[in-house]
């Protein structure tokens, strides 16, 4: 689930270097997939096969793709860029152990949600022993607008960056539960920031749900936030045993204190 978008080259402006875009479009169909050849790529993205092995060839040479069986795939130098860049990052050091805490107490998958370019990113994810599997991967962008993670972020920022980001990103449907009325948004953003809390129910995926708590700086604005998530007729009992706002509003509340202290 991803809904980053680059666009064609010829459709950026001047100050953008065009055989950058380029490049990144190639990157981002192969990460959609194991691996991928030449006429493949170039049909997806409508260039020339002369193009695409231009660009996979530079790619290989400075080993970000690796070439296997006349195919293409990345390697697994984005992965050490990306850990490299996190681990310099307090918030996921600070709130590695709260989140294996909370995955083991709920059963169920607890993660930090961060904002980034005006999406949110899933800076980390633990699950519990009780979870098969984890729908969306550390990394992952998706709407602020569909996520609980993202709605208790929305909920604290500066009113003008919220009404940048819904300008600039809409309300994309994702499902029929997503909410696409910005007027019933912006109460729902009210509510969470009223009670420090929100819900996704089926919004960002159908048979999931997630509670989320948001993580604040020394302003108030929002940094992040705590999340739990799981299969939707699982959360739907568990919620009427577990006080899950309490239990992820606590495990935010300790990860900021430490973070701003």
């Known amino acids: 689930?991803?809904?980053?978008?680059i666009p064609p080259a010829e459709a950026v402006d001047g100050r953008t270097a065009r055989t950058t875009v380029t490049s990144f479009r190639v990157i981002e169909a192969l990460e959609g997939r194991d691996s991928a050849g030449v006429t493949?790529?170039?049909?997806?993205?409508?260039?020339?096969?002369g193009t695409v092995h231009k660009h996979l060839t530079t790619l290989r040479e400075l080993e970000y793709v690796v070439a296997e069986d006349g195919e293409y795939r990345l390697s697994l130098g984005f992965l050490g860029l990306g850990t490299s860049v996190r681990g310099?990052?307090?918030?996921?050091?600070?709130?590695?152990?709260?989140?294996?805490?909370l995955a083991a107490s709920t059963g169920e998958v607890a993660s930090v949600m961060i904002p980034e370019r005006r999406r949110g990113v899933y800076l980390s994810r633990v699950r519990s022993e009780e979870t098969d599997s984890v729908a969306l991967r550390e990394g992952e962008r998706v709407p602020l607008t569909a996520t609980a993670g993202g709605k208790v972020i929305l909920a604290y920022l500066p009113e003008e960056?919220?009404?940048?980001i819904l300008d600039e990103h809409g309300l994309p449907a994702l499902t029929e539960n997503t909410t696409t009325d910005r007027r019933e948004l912006l109460e729902e953003l009210r509510t969470a920031r009223d009670n420090r809390f929100a819900h996704d129910r089926g919004e960002l995926m159908t048979d999931r749900h997630c509670?989320?708590?948001?993580?604040?700086?020394?302003?108030?604005?929002?940094?992040g936030a705590v999340t739990v998530s799981g299969p939707a007729d699982r959360m739907t009992e568990k919620s009427a045993r577990a006080d899950f706002p309490s239990i992820v509003g606590s495990t935010a509340t300790a990860i900021q204190n430490r973070l701003v202290r």
Not at 1 to 5: E, G, K, L, S
Not at 41 to 49: C, G, P, T
Not at 211 to 223: E, F, K, L
Request: glycine share 2%; hydrophobic share 35%.
């Open 1 to 5: 689930m991803d809904d980053r978008t």
């Open 40 to 49: 493949e790529l170039a049909e997806e993205l409508s260039l020339s096969k």
């Open 88 to 101: 310099r990052m307090d918030l996921y050091e600070i709130s590695r152990d709260h989140l294996e805490n």
């Open 161 to 164: 960056e919220r009404e940048r």
């Open 211 to 223: 509670v989320a708590a948001p993580i604040t700086g020394a302003d108030n604005t929002a940094v």
